[in-house]
Nanobody
Framework: QVQLVESGGGLVQAGASLRLSCAASGRSFSSYTMGWFRQAPGKEREFVGVIKWSGDSTYYADSVKGRFSISRDNAKNTVYLQMNNLKPEDTAVYYC??????????????WGQGTQVTVSS
């Protein structure tokens, strides 16, 4: 069982940066591939990016490539989403999710509760 808690969301202006964190509790965090997703009002949840359990591979949606980056600290059981040059269309609730030793996962077994990111123009 893995519990995920996101933090770091907030209200920023376009062009600003934010770093989201996702803290995991439970055993074997280092064996989980961690994904980030987002859901804007009235829209379906969409994939943002993913990092392999080892931390040596990442993959991003085209909409965020070059602006967002994912990293992880397995010693701290935490995964990060660094978001730069934020745009109003990045406004959404951001979720982290965990999938055990899968690359690239099609499904995720565990999800956080989400953190709101709002980007004003």
């Amino acid at each position: 069982q893995v519990q995920l808690v996101e933090s770091g969301g907030g209200l920023v202006q376009a062009g600003a940066s934010l770093r989201l964190s996702c803290a995991a509790s439970g055993r074997s965090f280092s064996s989980y591939t961690m994904g980030w997703f987002r859901q804007a009002p009235g829209k379906e949840r969409e994939f943002v990016g993913v990092i392999k359990w080892s931390g040596d591979s990442t993959y991003y949606a085209d909409s965020v490539k070059g602006r967002f980056s994912i990293s992880r600290d397995n010693a701290k059981n935490t995964v990060y989403l660094q978001m730069n040059n934020l745009k109003p269309e990045d406004t959404a609730v951001y979720y982290c999710a965990a999938a055990q030793r899968s690359w690239i996962p099609r499904t995720y077994a565990y999800w956080g509760q989400g953190t709101q990111v709002t980007v004003s123009s």
